[in-house]
T-cell receptor, first 118, second 112 residues
Protein backbone atom coordinates (compact mmCIF):
# COMPACT_ATOMS: atom_id res chain seq x y z
CA UNK A 1 0.00 0.00 0.00
CA UNK A 2 1.24 3.48 -0.82
CA UNK A 3 1.33 6.06 1.90
CA UNK A 4 3.29 8.02 4.45
CA UNK A 5 4.74 6.52 7.58
CA UNK A 6 5.94 8.38 10.62
CA UNK A 7 7.89 6.93 13.48
CA UNK A 8 7.81 6.69 16.35
CA UNK A 9 4.15 7.27 17.22
CA UNK A 10 5.08 8.51 20.69
CA UNK A 11 8.40 10.06 21.66
CA UNK A 12 9.65 11.28 25.00
CA UNK A 13 12.61 13.59 25.32
CA UNK A 14 14.51 15.04 28.17
CA UNK A 15 15.22 18.72 28.13
CA UNK A 16 18.44 19.53 26.31
CA UNK A 17 18.29 16.53 23.99
CA UNK A 18 17.93 16.57 20.24
CA UNK A 19 15.47 14.10 18.73
CA UNK A 20 14.77 13.10 15.15
CA UNK A 21 11.31 12.27 13.82
CA UNK A 22 11.14 10.00 10.81
CA UNK A 23 8.93 10.54 7.76
CA UNK A 24 8.94 8.19 4.78
CA UNK A 25 6.66 8.11 1.72
CA UNK A 26 6.35 5.64 -1.12
CA UNK A 27 3.96 7.74 -3.19
CA UNK A 28 6.74 9.06 -5.45
CA UNK A 29 5.80 12.59 -4.41
CA UNK A 30 8.23 15.44 -4.98
CA UNK A 31 7.09 17.75 -2.19
CA UNK A 32 7.17 17.02 1.54
CA UNK A 33 6.15 19.10 4.56
CA UNK A 34 6.41 19.17 8.33
CA UNK A 35 3.67 20.69 10.47
CA UNK A 36 3.31 21.23 14.15
CA UNK A 37 -0.16 20.93 15.70
CA UNK A 38 -1.07 22.38 19.09
CA UNK A 39 -4.58 22.40 20.56
CA UNK A 40 -6.63 25.27 19.17
CA UNK A 41 -3.88 26.46 16.83
CA UNK A 42 -4.40 24.32 13.79
CA UNK A 43 -1.40 23.30 11.70
CA UNK A 44 1.68 25.49 11.50
CA UNK A 45 4.30 24.90 8.84
CA UNK A 46 7.82 24.15 10.08
CA UNK A 47 9.72 23.24 6.89
CA UNK A 48 8.92 22.11 3.40
CA UNK A 49 10.84 20.62 0.52
CA UNK A 50 9.78 20.66 -3.11
CA UNK A 51 12.69 18.67 -4.45
CA UNK A 52 15.55 16.52 -3.22
CA UNK A 53 18.46 18.41 -1.64
CA UNK A 54 16.39 21.56 -1.27
CA UNK A 55 14.13 22.77 1.55
CA UNK A 56 12.63 26.01 2.80
CA UNK A 57 11.74 27.39 6.20
CA UNK A 58 8.11 27.66 7.10
CA UNK A 59 6.46 29.93 9.65
CA UNK A 60 7.99 28.36 12.78
CA UNK A 61 11.37 26.92 11.74
CA UNK A 62 13.38 28.15 14.75
CA UNK A 63 14.71 25.24 16.81
CA UNK A 64 14.12 22.69 14.04
CA UNK A 65 16.24 21.28 11.23
CA UNK A 66 15.55 18.98 8.27
CA UNK A 67 17.32 17.16 5.48
CA UNK A 68 16.13 15.84 2.11
CA UNK A 69 18.80 13.50 0.84
CA UNK A 70 16.33 11.06 -0.70
CA UNK A 71 13.00 11.66 -2.42
CA UNK A 72 11.13 9.35 -0.09
CA UNK A 73 12.56 10.61 3.22
CA UNK A 74 12.26 13.94 5.08
CA UNK A 75 13.41 13.62 8.70
CA UNK A 76 12.83 16.41 11.20
CA UNK A 77 15.22 17.11 14.07
CA UNK A 78 13.88 18.94 17.09
CA UNK A 79 16.87 20.59 18.68
CA UNK A 80 17.43 21.74 22.24
CA UNK A 81 16.98 25.29 20.95
CA UNK A 82 13.24 24.67 20.51
CA UNK A 83 11.79 26.18 23.68
CA UNK A 84 8.46 24.39 23.75
CA UNK A 85 8.69 21.22 21.67
CA UNK A 86 5.84 19.26 23.21
CA UNK A 87 3.32 18.91 20.38
CA UNK A 88 1.86 16.64 17.72
CA UNK A 89 3.98 16.59 14.56
CA UNK A 90 2.54 15.80 11.16
CA UNK A 91 4.40 15.02 7.97
CA UNK A 92 2.74 15.41 4.59
CA UNK A 93 3.58 15.02 0.93
CA UNK A 94 2.15 16.17 -2.37
CA UNK A 95 2.84 15.23 -5.95
CA UNK A 96 3.86 18.74 -7.10
CA UNK A 97 2.99 18.67 -10.79
CA UNK A 98 4.98 21.79 -11.59
CA UNK A 99 4.52 25.56 -11.47
CA UNK A 100 1.45 25.72 -13.71
CA UNK A 101 -0.51 23.51 -11.36
CA UNK A 102 1.24 24.53 -8.15
CA UNK A 103 -1.03 24.82 -5.19
CA UNK A 104 -3.70 22.49 -6.53
CA UNK A 105 -2.10 19.38 -5.11
CA UNK A 106 -3.81 17.50 -2.35
CA UNK A 107 -1.59 16.85 0.64
CA UNK A 108 -1.34 13.32 2.00
CA UNK A 109 -0.64 13.11 5.71
CA UNK A 110 1.11 10.60 7.90
CA UNK A 111 -0.40 9.43 11.22
CA UNK A 112 1.74 11.82 13.27
CA UNK A 113 4.27 11.67 16.10
CA UNK A 114 3.40 12.94 19.55
CA UNK A 115 6.50 14.41 21.19
CA UNK A 116 6.57 15.03 24.92
CA UNK A 117 9.40 16.76 26.74
CA UNK A 118 9.89 15.47 30.26
CA UNK B 1 -0.56 36.94 2.03
CA UNK B 2 -3.42 34.52 2.47
CA UNK B 3 -5.25 33.74 5.69
CA UNK B 4 -8.15 31.58 6.74
CA UNK B 5 -10.57 31.81 9.64
CA UNK B 6 -12.75 29.10 11.10
CA UNK B 7 -14.94 31.04 13.53
CA UNK B 8 -16.32 28.05 15.40
CA UNK B 9 -14.00 26.13 17.73
CA UNK B 10 -16.64 23.54 18.57
CA UNK B 11 -19.91 22.55 16.91
CA UNK B 12 -22.37 20.14 18.50
CA UNK B 13 -25.12 18.48 16.47
CA UNK B 14 -27.48 15.58 16.94
CA UNK B 15 -27.09 12.52 14.77
CA UNK B 16 -29.23 12.92 11.67
CA UNK B 17 -29.23 16.70 11.82
CA UNK B 18 -27.73 18.90 9.13
CA UNK B 19 -24.29 20.44 9.51
CA UNK B 20 -22.57 23.58 8.31
CA UNK B 21 -18.98 24.44 9.22
CA UNK B 22 -17.83 27.93 8.39
CA UNK B 23 -14.63 28.97 6.65
CA UNK B 24 -13.67 32.50 5.62
CA UNK B 25 -10.53 33.36 3.74
CA UNK B 26 -8.54 36.45 2.88
CA UNK B 27 -6.74 36.64 -0.45
CA UNK B 28 -6.70 39.14 -3.27
CA UNK B 29 -7.70 36.72 -6.00
CA UNK B 30 -9.56 33.43 -6.11
CA UNK B 31 -7.56 30.98 -4.04
CA UNK B 32 -7.51 27.23 -4.08
CA UNK B 33 -9.61 25.94 -1.19
CA UNK B 34 -9.59 22.64 0.66
CA UNK B 35 -11.40 20.91 3.51
CA UNK B 36 -9.63 18.18 5.47
CA UNK B 37 -10.85 15.93 8.30
CA UNK B 38 -8.77 14.58 11.18
CA UNK B 39 -9.81 11.73 13.44
CA UNK B 40 -8.32 11.80 16.98
CA UNK B 41 -4.59 11.06 17.00
CA UNK B 42 -4.46 10.67 13.23
CA UNK B 43 -3.32 12.57 10.18
CA UNK B 44 -5.58 14.62 7.92
CA UNK B 45 -7.63 13.31 5.02
CA UNK B 46 -8.91 15.41 2.12
CA UNK B 47 -12.70 15.81 1.95
CA UNK B 48 -12.96 18.09 -1.06
CA UNK B 49 -11.30 20.93 -2.94
CA UNK B 50 -12.18 23.92 -5.12
CA UNK B 51 -10.08 25.45 -7.88
CA UNK B 52 -12.52 27.02 -10.33
CA UNK B 53 -15.78 26.43 -12.16
CA UNK B 54 -18.88 25.15 -10.40
CA UNK B 55 -18.99 26.80 -7.00
CA UNK B 56 -20.69 23.82 -5.35
CA UNK B 57 -18.25 20.95 -4.95
CA UNK B 58 -18.97 17.44 -3.83
CA UNK B 59 -16.59 15.46 -1.67
CA UNK B 60 -16.26 12.14 0.04
CA UNK B 61 -18.48 10.85 2.88
CA UNK B 62 -21.47 12.90 1.66
CA UNK B 63 -19.90 16.30 2.27
CA UNK B 64 -20.21 19.31 0.00
CA UNK B 65 -18.93 22.87 0.10
CA UNK B 66 -19.94 26.07 -1.62
CA UNK B 67 -17.54 28.79 -2.72
CA UNK B 68 -19.02 32.27 -2.35
CA UNK B 69 -16.70 34.92 -3.70
CA UNK B 70 -18.82 37.82 -2.44
CA UNK B 71 -18.55 36.52 1.12
CA UNK B 72 -15.00 35.12 0.86
CA UNK B 73 -16.38 31.90 2.25
CA UNK B 74 -16.12 28.18 1.62
CA UNK B 75 -18.52 26.55 4.06
CA UNK B 76 -18.71 22.79 4.47
CA UNK B 77 -22.12 21.12 4.65
CA UNK B 78 -23.67 17.72 5.18
CA UNK B 79 -27.42 17.11 5.12
CA UNK B 80 -27.46 14.34 7.74
CA UNK B 81 -24.63 13.78 10.20
CA UNK B 82 -23.55 10.32 11.34
CA UNK B 83 -21.85 9.57 14.65
CA UNK B 84 -18.71 8.60 12.71
CA UNK B 85 -18.42 12.19 11.45
CA UNK B 86 -17.22 13.33 14.88
CA UNK B 87 -13.73 14.68 14.20
CA UNK B 88 -11.70 17.85 13.69
CA UNK B 89 -12.27 19.70 10.43
CA UNK B 90 -9.74 22.01 8.82
CA UNK B 91 -10.19 24.52 6.05
CA UNK B 92 -7.08 25.38 4.02
CA UNK B 93 -6.38 28.10 1.48
CA UNK B 94 -3.63 28.26 -1.13
CA UNK B 95 -2.72 31.59 -2.67
CA UNK B 96 0.32 32.94 -4.44
CA UNK B 97 2.85 31.10 -2.28
CA UNK B 98 1.44 27.72 -3.41
CA UNK B 99 1.78 26.51 0.19
CA UNK B 100 -1.46 25.89 2.09
CA UNK B 101 -2.45 27.91 5.12
CA UNK B 102 -4.68 26.00 7.52
CA UNK B 103 -7.39 27.31 9.78
CA UNK B 104 -7.40 26.52 13.47
CA UNK B 105 -9.96 23.78 13.02
CA UNK B 106 -13.51 23.10 14.16
CA UNK B 107 -14.21 20.19 16.45
CA UNK B 108 -17.47 18.41 15.60
CA UNK B 109 -19.30 16.65 18.40
CA UNK B 110 -22.20 14.38 17.46
CA UNK B 111 -24.87 13.54 20.03
CA UNK B 112 -26.81 10.26 19.60
Amino acid sequence: DGGITQSPKYLFRKEGQNVTLSCEQNLNHDAMYWYRQDPGQGLRLIYYSQIVNDFQKGDIAEGYSVSREKKESFPLTVTSAQKNPTAFYLCASSISKGPLLAGRDEQFFGPGTRLTVL
Amino acid sequence: AQSVTQPDIHITVSEGASLELRCNYSYGATPYLFWYVQSPGQGLQLLLKYFSGDTLVQGIKGFEAEFKRSQSSFNLRKPSVHWSDAAEYFCAVVGGSYIPTFGRGTSLIVHP
